[in-house]
């Protein structure tokens, strides 16, 4: 692959990390330095990890998953929407969402990485090097999840109750998606 072909690949890959830390910068009150290298270094780190693992593990692994991998996103994300939709439409006090639970944290870095699975499987059928294509991947990943948070933090004028509606919005698509 071409260092263009795997910037393509690369930015296509993060487009899912970087919503889901747009989604989660708009709700996030305290800490936001600290998730947003969170998100984005779990984001970047499974996303360099997974075409690592389908290089590797690519006729076992993708004929395993294939099947279930839309449905397993599907159900990560979905989880993931409701929980913002109840979070929105719940009345709470003046609350302050300073971190994300390792389970949220983990699930949504496997459910934005489930595709660099294949693309790590892509590589190893095209008969190319992996390690230039995962760094990159993982790189340009934490960047944009990175730039995903702070730029919804400049979102906060709006009410917090859409702000979780939107970014239920965005979680729902995203599981949607990962059907079709």
């Not at 949504?108 to 790590?120: C, N, P, R, V, W």
Request: charged residues 10%; hydrophobic residues 60%.
């Amino acid at each position: 692959m071409t260092i263009f072909e795997i910037i393509i690949l690369a930015f296509a890959l993060a487009i899912d990390a970087m919503i889901v830390s747009f989604s989660y910068g708009l709700i996030i009150n305290a800490k936001k330095l600290k998730n947003s290298l969170l998100l984005a270094s779990a984001f970047g780190f499974f996303q360099f990890m997974m075409p690592v693992i389908g290089y590797f593990l690519s006729s076992f692994v993708y004929n395993q998953l294939k099947m279930f991998s839309k449905w397993i996103v599907f159900s990560i994300f979905l989880y993931l929407a409701i929980r913002f939709l109840k979070s929105a439409l719940t009345k709470k006090e003046e609350t302050c969402i300073s971190c994300i639970s390792v389970f949220c944290l983990l699930s949504m870095a496997l459910a934005t990485s489930i595709d660099a699975l294949g693309a790590g499987i892509s590589i190893k059928f095209n008969n190319d090097l992996i390690l230039r294509p995962s760094l990159y991947i993982g790189i340009i990943t934490f960047i944009f999840s990175f730039i995903g948070f702070w730029s919804a933090c400049l979102l906060k004028k709006f009410p917090q109750k859409y702000i979780e509606i939107v970014g239920a919005i965005l979680l729902l698509y995203l599981a949607i998606s990962a059907t079709l």
